[in-house]
């Protein structure tokens, strides 16, 4: 049986509707940085097809090395005028900067990463690999909250995922590189807006 994070870790991948705290450990992931507005943003697709096509190159490589599900897509969110979080909606989505990332298993070298991209380089060599990187991500202390719904609603959900940090004593922190991150275990080609199922984190510290 493959082995699939989001159901051996259910408190990554699967937090309730009502917010919680959790410390989020050491994860290796594929990243590919950008901006722009990604429904829109031809930079955005070609690191979406760069991200799942290392990915899978990965995965089919390596089968005798491990059996596995690729985890679902994340990102890490700011916008170019320096919004930070507190539940207000973003209307320019042009501003938006991104970054990108697949987690990988632990068995993913700098080596096996390499070979990925010379492998499908050859097969995509439209695409620049050259954009993504392996990365060693410790988020540390988030608060988080499963989204139900669309994209554009997360607003009032988000000013609800601070609120509860903040009455817990905590502060929402997007310090040092730390930023709203949200994981996307829906697929929106194939699910309504109103049933897509997006987790919601933002990293928080001591107030």
Not at 178 to 187: G, K, M, P, T, V
């Amino acid at each position: 049986m493959p082995i699939d994070y989001k159901k051996t870790e259910k408190d990554l991948y699967q937090p309730k509707i009502t917010p919680s705290i959790i410390d989020v450990p050491e994860m290796k992931f594929i990243v590919v940085d950008g901006k722009g507005d990604p429904n829109t943003s031809d930079e955005y697709a070609a690191a979406i097809e760069l991200l799942y096509g290392l990915s899978y190159t990965i995965k089919m490589g390596n089968k005798a090395v491990l059996e596995y599900v690729v985890p679902p897509l994340e990102g890490y969110w700011e916008v170019a005028d320096d919004f930070k979080s507190c539940g207000a909606a973003i209307t320019d989505k042009s501003k938006f900067v991104w970054t990108m990332l697949l987690r990988q298993p632990d068995f993913v070298t700098s080596a096996v990463f390499d070979n990925a991209k010379t492998a499908f380089a050859k097969k995509k060599p439209n695409l620049d690999t050259s954009k993504a990187r392996l990365e060693i991500i410790t988020e540390g202390l988030c608060v988080q909250v499963m989204h139900i719904g669309s994209y554009d609603d997360e607003p009032a959900t988000i000013a609800a995922l601070d609120r509860f940090a903040v009455d817990r004593g905590y502060a929402v922190d997007m310090s040092g590189g730390r930023r709203h991150h949200e994981i996307y275990l829906s697929d929106p080609r194939k699910v309504v807006p109103e049933k897509l199922k997006t987790v919601l984190r933002h990293p928080i510290g001591k107030a």
